[in-house]
């Protein structure tokens, strides 16, 4: 109130009329930032697929049988 130099009622008719135009803002960002994250998710089990292919051609061009325990664990 007094930083801004107004009344209590007009700081609440200020909270009131802005209230959700602040949520709406909110979910907005809150929005946004859950497609960051479900696109950085998903570029991560594209690169885990990726690798995960890789190992299976790789192995299937590896005769296994020749392989002891350690290196196939």
């Known amino acids: 109130m007094t930083e ?6 007009t ?3 200020w ?3 802005s209230q ?3 949520q709406n803002l909110k979910t907005i960002e809150q ?3 859950a497609e960051q994250w ?3 998710t998903a570029d991560r089990v594209k690169t885990l697929g ?3 292919r890789q190992v299976e051609t790789t192995l299937s061009q590896r005769d ?3 392989l002891s325990t350690p290196p196939l664990h």
Request: zero cysteines; proline letters at 4%.
């Open 64 to 66: 296994v049988g020749q």
């Open 11 to 13: 700081l609440i008719a």
């Open 31 to 33: 929005d946004a930032l």
């Open 20 to 22: 959700f135009a602040l």
């Open 38 to 40: 479900l696109a950085s």
């Open 4 to 9: 801004l130099n107004v009344t209590k009622p």
């Open 50 to 52: 990726n690798q995960h």
């Open 15 to 17: 909270s009131r009329k």
